[in-house]
């Protein structure tokens, strides 16, 4: 077993998706079964009570990785030290609002957040935005943490491929093990591009395998994109333990080589890839070397049908970089 804890920090940890993730983190999900986690949990004030509770959970749990535990409603405290910050803390969206509504009341969380972040944090610390609007909000952050370099700031797009894996596994009819290299492009919003084209099924390229083109433009599409409103409707509550599952895997994703057949969909910090607009927290296929490093992967085709939807979620990007530019978050 490896004897230093990696500090790992969630923000809004008495929350919802907090009750989902922390266990798993604990336990051994998030950074492998040799690794001890100290879980700094941050949490606002009104909310300590709640988080009090979860921590006696945690410690009823006996968790032989868990190597320690700091509550508390201080920045300065949570990002002390910290290697992985996961920046879920922030408020749900309702039915019938979009992510971006959220900005306004979210958005002015993520700036003192990137501060605490860049004056507390390990040397190597790396950031997960969950909370929404997620991509948005990374930049936030990002924007006032200049001191913490680009390529460690990432936003959640994994909860997308996997909704747009299973849509296509069932499809098809086979397990989602066998569908790879799908890219979620742009925002984690309705107007994101869950790229079927470059996406393979058992080998096979997604359209030769589902043979329905109507579909993959049409319902695929919409099923994804609106998959969160979906679940809103018929919970009466955004999505939580699915949300945490792909925290976990968008983490598990990036300490681990990519196999060249797949990738890992992230929003990240934009160097023009693709033409995407840079210095967006833009969700691209990503890489993992075997030295740890990760990249853009290339390679990926963009046809007419492709270019149309990465240039409408890039608008909304830039609008929402307006937005909070004149909201003077960043
Ligand atoms: P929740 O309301 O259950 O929990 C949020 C927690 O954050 C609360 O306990 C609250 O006290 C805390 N909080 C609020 N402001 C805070 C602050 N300034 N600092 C620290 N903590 C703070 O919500 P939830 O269901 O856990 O969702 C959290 C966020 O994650 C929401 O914005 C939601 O939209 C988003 N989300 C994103 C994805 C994604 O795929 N990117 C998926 C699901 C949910
Ligand atoms: C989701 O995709 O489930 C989350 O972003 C929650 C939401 O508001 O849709």
């Not at 849509?167 to 309705?190: D, M, R, T, Y």
């Not at 319902?219 to 009466?236: L, M, N, P």
Request: hydrophobic share 45%.
């Amino acid at each position: 077993m490896t004897t230093t804890p990696v500090h790992v920090t969630v923000t809004g940890a008495a929350g919802q998706i907090g009750y989902q993730l922390l266990f798993r983190i604990a336990s051994g999900q998030l950074l492998g079964p040799d690794t001890p986690v100290v879980l700094r949990l941050l949490e606002i004030e009104p909310a300590m009570k709640a988080l009090e509770g979860v921590v006696m959970e945690l410690d009823d749990c006996a968790f032989p990785l868990l190597a320690g535990i700091e509550a508390t409603s201080d920045l300065k405290h949570a990002f002390t030290d910290t290697n992985w910050a996961l920046l879920v803390g922030s408020i749900p969206r309702k039915a019938g609002m979009e992510r971006s509504d959220l900005l306004n009341v979210n958005g002015g969380i993520f700036k003192p957040q990137g501060r605490a972040i860049a004056e507390n944090a390990a040397s190597d610390v790396r950031v997960l935005v969950v909370g929404n609007p997620c991509n948005t909000n990374c930049l936030i952050a990002r924007s006032n943490a200049t001191e913490v370099p680009a390529d460690r700031w990432f936003a959640m797009t994994r909860l997308d491929q996997n909704r747009a894996e299973t849509q296509i596994a069932k499809k098809v009819g086979v397990g989602v093990a066998e569908v790879k290299n799908l890219v979620i492009w742009g925002n984690h919003s309705s107007t994101q591009f869950p790229d079927f084209a470059n996406a393979t099924v058992g080998g096979l390229a997604v359209p030769a395998a589902v043979k329905d083109d109507a579909w993959l433009r049409g319902d695929f599409i919409t099923t994804v994109q609106k998959r969160g409103a979906a679940i809103i409707e018929a919970r009466g509550a955004s999505s939580a333990a699915s949300a945490a599952n792909a925290a976990i895997d968008t983490v598990v994703g990036l300490t681990t080589p990519t196999a060249p057949d797949d990738c890992v969909s992230v929003a990240v910090t934009s160097h023009g890839e693709y033409g995407t607009p840079e210095g967006l927290t833009f969700g691209l296929p990503v890489q993992v070397d075997a030295a740890g490093a990760w990249h853009v992967k290339e390679g990926f085709a963009i046809d007419e049908f492709a270019a149309e939807r990465l240039k409408i979620t890039s608008d909304e990007l830039l609008g929402e970089r307006d937005d909070v530019r004149q909201l003077g978050l960043i």
